[in-house]
């Protein structure tokens, strides 16, 4: 997702623009694997061929999974994009076996929301933000 579609342009008000930058900040799943992510070990890829999930994208494993799972919320001052799934900061920000005993090794992050694990926003989403911000204010501009 590269700019702002000329019809979601036209349609930005001041009532939907909040909704409209937390449906952009849950845009990174339906491209995953930007920055790059490590590969899954051959322990989970063994795990997936058993289970007869592999091969197939990480994430994207059930129609119920993390992918899926993807919400966003808009208040009258912030847009909100997140996951209840219990593993959701795990596979964002990845977890070493030392600090979570019940895992069978260390789990690299794997951003799959539009900031890496830093919290620092991709290039995309930045420039797709402030693109509707500044839609937002040549709306208001002309009022």
């Not at 702002?4 to 623009?17: D, E, H, L």
């Not at 449906?23 to 058993?50: H, I, N, Y």
């Not at 539009?114 to 040549?138: F, G, K, N, R, Y």
Request: glycine share 10%; net charge neutral.
């Amino acid at each position: 997702m590269h700019g702002i579609n000329p019809s979601v342009r036209k349609g930005v008000t001041a009532s939907n623009s909040r909704r409209a930058f937390a449906t952009l900040l849950g845009f990174q799943v339906l491209t995953p694997g930007r920055p790059d992510w490590a590969d899954l070990s051959d322990v989970t890829t063994g795990r997936r061929e058993k289970s007869g999930n592999w091969p197939g994208q990480i994430l994207q494993i059930s129609a119920a999974g993390l992918a899926a799972s993807i919400t966003s919320r808009a208040t009258d001052s912030s847009a909100l994009v997140g996951s209840n799934k219990p593993y959701a900061a795990m596979m964002h920000f990845g977890g070493d076996k030392s600090d979570f005993p019940h895992l069978w090794g260390d789990i690299p992050g794997r951003p799959y929301l539009p900031m890496d694990t830093e919290c620092v926003l991709q290039p995309e989403a930045e420039e797709a933000i402030l693109e509707l911000a500044l839609i937002h204010l040549e709306k208001a501009a002309r009022l």
